[in-house]
């Protein structure tokens, strides 16, 4: 397995068109590395540059020490899942696992032990004799996985291996992608998805891609604890993020903030007596609002209401035309609160401060 370095890579269709400007990544023998961003952002053009499919603008791809930008696609030592499971239908699933080895003209015994070994880690060796056509789209993606196991390549990747999958199946395939990580302990992989709950449960660390750019790295607990900006911060989690204009009134290890909205907000971001009456942004996550005992961070009325059964989804009227909708995720069901008028609060560990759309605590 091997280590993987992005060097101001760039990428520019027509030579107007900038798609990606100056991604820098370190990717480390033995990570799980996951790319999440909205549509349009860059994240599968990026997996496809690493694996040889689209060329490089500018910049430098280096897979150990070595620059791989030139290099055809099947020399780099990389193995791809696809979205589509691209199996060839008339071939079982054994002939499906066994063509790049005999393309490679691997010899027989070699090719039957690694065909053995992927079909016993992804749970198929009683399907290795069927058709494409005769397995669930689980099973499928299963085989495309085991495809690329047997080639024992130098990394991973995978684009958005389970978006076609149903709710349940793609829960399942996640768990055994997991699995499959946890049994293959050096082997790198590089992960894009739009889905969260994938990045935040299979990453090592999650790439968050935005502006033609990377807009923050870290491990999962990183991106959703520590935010470095705006875009992160309502990018991870669901619901996102709450957003609460104001001004600071009080500054030092706690800050104080006067919300425009009336409440009062305390954050555990240290901030210096220069920091008095800069204009921000209050960051609190749905699940991070409690009801308020004494002075409130926000109040409000209830607009609507979603009972989920171990949670309740509470949404406020906005206390001006611009202000974006105040969401809480309270614990249990709230029934009947539509029209109530809601006090809520926050722990000052749990409240971020934005300046100018960073955040404070990274100054």
């Given at each position: 397995?091997?280590?993987?370095?992005?060097?101001?890579?760039?990428?520019?269709?027509?030579?107007?068109?900038?798609?990606?400007?100056?991604?820098?990544l370190?990717?480390?023998?033995?990570?799980?590395?996951?790319?999440?961003?909205?549509?349009?952002?860059?994240?599968?053009?990026?997996?496809?540059?690493i694996?040889?499919?689209?060329?490089?603008?500018?910049?430098?791809?280096?897979?150990?020490?070595?620059?791989?930008?030139?290099?055809?696609?099947?020399?780099?030592?990389?193995?791809?899942?696809?979205?589509?499971?691209?199996?060839?239908?008339?071939?079982?699933?054994?002939?499906?696992?066994?063509?790049?080895?005999?393309?490679?003209?691997?010899?027989?015994a070699?090719?039957?032990?690694?065909?053995?070994?992927?079909?016993?880690?992804?749970?198929?060796?009683?399907?290795?004799?069927?058709?494409?056509?005769?397995?669930?789209?689980?099973?499928?993606?299963?085989?495309?996985?085991?495809?690329?196991?047997?080639?024992?390549?130098?990394?991973?990747?995978?684009?958005?291996?389970?978006?076609?999958?149903?709710?349940?199946?793609?829960?399942?395939?996640?768990?055994?992608?997991?699995?499959?990580?946890?049994?293959?302990?050096?082997?790198?992989?590089?992960?894009?998805?739009?889905d969260?709950?994938?990045?935040?449960?299979?990453?090592?660390?999650?790439?968050?891609?935005?502006?033609?750019?990377?807009?923050?790295?870290?491990?999962?607990?990183?991106?959703?604890?520590?935010?470095?900006?705006?875009?992160?911060?309502?990018?991870?989690?669901s619901?996102?993020?709450?957003?609460?204009?104001?001004?600071?009134?009080?500054?030092?290890?706690?800050?104080?903030?006067?919300?425009?909205?009336?409440?009062?907000?305390?954050s555990?971001?240290?901030?210096?007596?220069?920091?008095?009456?800069?204009?921000?942004?209050?960051?609190?996550?749905?699940?991070?609002?409690?009801?308020?005992?004494?002075?409130?961070?926000?109040?409000?009325?209830?607009?609507?209401?979603?009972?989920?059964?171990?949670?309740?989804l509470?949404?406020?009227?906005?206390t001006?035309?611009?202000?974006?909708?105040?969401?809480?995720?309270?614990?249990?069901?709230?029934?009947?609160?539509?029209?109530?008028?809601?006090?809520?609060?926050?722990?000052?560990?749990?409240?971020q401060?934005?300046?100018?759309?960073?955040?404070?605590?990274?100054?």
């Amino acid at each position: 397995m091997a280590d993987l370095k992005l060097t101001n890579v760039g990428k520019t269709y027509g030579g107007a068109v900038d798609v990606l400007r100056d991604v820098n990544l370190d990717v480390k023998k033995g990570e799980l590395i996951v790319f999440v961003g909205p549509s349009g952002c860059g994240k599968s053009t990026l997996l496809r540059m690493i694996a040889g499919l689209e060329s490089i603008t500018s910049g430098m791809l280096e897979i150990d020490g070595e620059m791989v930008n030139e290099m055809p696609p099947a020399q780099r030592g990389i193995a791809m899942v696809f979205q589509s499971y691209a199996l060839y239908p008339h071939m079982t699933v054994r002939e499906n696992m066994a063509f790049a080895l005999k393309i490679a003209k691997k010899p027989q015994a070699d090719i039957d032990a690694a065909i053995e070994k992927a079909a016993r880690m992804l749970q198929l060796t009683e399907y290795l004799d069927r058709l494409p056509k005769a397995l669930s789209g689980g099973q499928r993606q299963r085989v495309a996985i085991g495809r690329s196991i047997v080639r024992d390549p130098k990394v991973y990747l995978f684009d958005e291996p389970l978006s076609n999958l149903d709710a349940g199946l793609r829960v399942a395939t996640r768990i055994e992608i997991a699995q499959l990580k946890e049994s293959m302990p050096d082997s790198t992989m590089i992960y894009v998805t739009h889905d969260q709950v994938e990045a935040m449960t299979l990453a090592s660390r999650i790439v968050v891609l935005a502006n033609k750019g990377i807009a923050q790295v870290g491990t999962p607990l990183e991106l959703y604890e520590r935010p470095e900006n705006e875009f992160v911060a309502q990018f991870i989690g669901s619901p996102s993020m709450n957003l609460l204009p104001g001004e600071i009134t009080g500054t030092g290890q706690q800050t104080t903030i006067a919300l425009d909205a009336g409440g009062t907000a305390v954050s555990n971001v240290p901030t210096q007596e220069a920091d008095m009456g800069l204009r921000v942004n209050v960051g609190v996550r749905p699940e991070d609002m409690v009801p308020a005992q004494d002075t409130p961070l926000f109040s409000g009325t209830v607009s609507f209401s979603e009972a989920l059964g171990e949670v309740t989804l509470v949404y406020f009227e906005g206390t001006a035309p611009d202000q974006n909708t105040v969401i809480a995720k309270l614990p249990g069901v709230h029934a009947n609160v539509r029209g109530q008028d809601m006090a809520l609060t926050a722990d000052p560990a749990k409240v971020q401060v934005f300046h100018d759309g960073r955040s404070m605590y990274f100054r």
